[in-house]
């Protein structure tokens, strides 16, 4: 069930046979010469909604928009910043928990969501913790999972791309976001093949060591077909996460 296409008694009927929700969250910046700028949202949004409709579990608007401020020198990019990002997600769960719902799984598309995601879990906590106003809510769990790191989904990367993956700009995650999105699959030029690798501080320091934008990664591996068979892994381990995480 996505919570965008259904009714308020639908979320009421719901509420008697699970309080748990699925919030996919992603980023909105550049991902090298081939990849969507969309991908980090496009990839955790369309396993979870192969979720739902496995299981039947709610999934809440997508989070589109995150910690990106290193991607700054690329066009197209959008950032919050880590406080925004927080702010935001305590609104979103406090607004879910007053209705009932007490596990929210943030499935997540982007590495740099990790650290804020975290924070943003421990404020959360901290209300209870603290005894402050809104600890009256009955107690919430959160889990951050990030798709690309499930077991099924690791072990499939590895034997389509090798050490060809990288860390951004990846060929699994463009593959997806092609699946998820057929009609905007491009194709580029990309020298050299396998993008350097390497640390970065700021945006200009990011874009002087990454020129197009890629760490590591060769993405003109991509495909439609690769794209079909991470998605069956993702939402395979992510299925028994989030039912582990329920019960937890
Ligand atoms: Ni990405």
Redesign the pocket.
């Known amino acids: 069930m996505l919570l965008q296409l259904t009714t308020w008694q639908e979320v009421e009927a719901y509420l008697r046979t699970s309080t748990g929700i699925i919030l996919p969250i992603g980023?909105t910046e550049q991902?090298g010469p081939n990849g969507l700028i969309g991908?980090?949202a496009i990839c955790p949004e369309i396993i979870a909604q192969g979720v739902s409709k496995e299981i039947g579990a709610m999934v809440a608007p997508t989070i589109a928009v995150g910690m990106a401020q290193h991607h700054m020198a690329f066009t197209g990019t959008i950032t919050l910043r880590p406080s925004t990002l927080i702010a935001y997600i305590n609104d979103v769960v406090n607004s879910l928990a007053r209705h009932g719902f007490d596990r929210f799984y943030f499935l997540n598309?982007?590495g740099g969501n990790i650290a804020t995601v975290t924070a943003s879990f421990s404020e959360l906590y901290a209300e209870a913790s603290l005894g402050t106003q809104s600890s009256n809510r009955p107690a919430i769990r959160c889990r951050l999972a990030n798709w690309f790191e499930g077991p099924t989904v690791k072990a499939l990367a590895k034997e389509l791309y090798g050490d060809s993956e990288g860390s951004?700009?990846?060929p699994s995650?463009v593959s997806l976001s092609y699946y998820a999105r057929p009609d905007a699959v491009k194709t580029a030029a990309m020298s050299p093949k396998v993008a350097p690798k390497g640390i970065f501080t700021d945006a200009d320091d990011y874009r002087r060591r990454f020129p197009d934008g890629r760490i590591g990664s060769d993405p003109s591996l991509s495909s439609v077909a690769h794209g079909e068979r991470l998605y069956t892994a993702g939402v395979a381990d992510v299925i028994k996460d989030y039912q582990a995480f329920l019960t937890a």
Do not use: M, Q
């Open positions: 980023s991902h991908t980090d598309g982007h951004h700009a990846t995650e």
